[in-house]
């Protein structure tokens, strides 16, 4: 942990080395609730662009090898791990909403939710600023009663009607017509 929490620092003061100095003026306490709010905005916007997080140094070959092995469809524990899901009480804390303001976003359907072992979890994309919150509720409330996980799998998976974008690649360039035609049809099977 506190190797990345070094990384960070690193690519902070190599980045921006003013900025990287303006954050000594900001409280601890406040430094590591944007801190943690920048990082589950990054996986949210990982999510969006397909964009698989691994760690630039591999403990071993073993290790890829494992990688490999285990490209195919993300388990719901992966999806924690890398952030991609957030249970709902750090979405909460990362948007800025209390838990009954959620409840009633997801009750309107401008949110959803997958439950990983009776928890509730929400997908980071939702925190993704450079895509509007109107155009993903829309397509939310236009897939309607469908489990969360079958959600899920439409805004994350390649469709050929959005020429082989994902839902969320296709909102992040502005295409909401196609993905709200594309979330009908999904409905449909």
Same mark, same amino acid.
């Given at each position: 942990m506190l190797e990345l929490l070094q990384s960070a620092a690193?690519?902070?003061?190599?980045?921006?080395?003013?900025?990287?100095?303006?954050?000594?003026?900001?409280?601890?306490?406040?430094?590591?609730?944007?801190?943690?709010?920048? !990082?589950?905005?990054?996986?949210?916007?990982?999510?969006?662009l397909d964009i698989e997080q691994r760690s630039i140094r591999e403990e071993s070959a073993q290790r890829r090898q494992e990688l490999a092995s285990n490209r195919g469809e993300p388990t719901p524990a992966r999806l924690v791990?890398?952030?991609?899901? !957030?249970?709902?009480?750090?979405?909460?804390?990362?948007?800025?909403f209390t838990p009954q303001r959620v409840n009633k976003e997801i009750a309107a359907?401008?949110?959803?939710?997958?439950?990983i072992e009776d928890e509730r979890y929400l997908p980071a994309?939702? !925190?993704?600023?450079?895509?509007?919150?109107?155009?993903l509720a829309k397509v939310v409330r236009t897939l309607g009663d469908l489990a969360g996980w079958d959600k899920w799998s439409f805004f994350t998976t390649p469709n050929c009607a959005l020429d082989s974008l994902t839902p969320l690649q296709a909102l992040f360039y502005g295409d909401r017509k196609q993905v709200l035609r594309a979330a009908v049809e999904f409905t449909k099977r």
């Open positions: 690193v690519a902070a003061t190599l980045f921006d080395p003013v900025g990287a100095r303006a954050l000594f003026e900001i409280p601890a306490a406040e430094l590591g609730r944007r801190f943690k709010r920048a !990082l589950v905005r990054v996986a949210g916007l990982a999510t969006v791990a890398s952030a991609k899901l !957030l249970h709902k009480s750090h979405f909460c804390a990362a948007i800025g359907q401008r949110l959803f939710t997958v439950d994309f939702f !925190l993704v600023e450079q895509i509007r919150r109107k155009d």
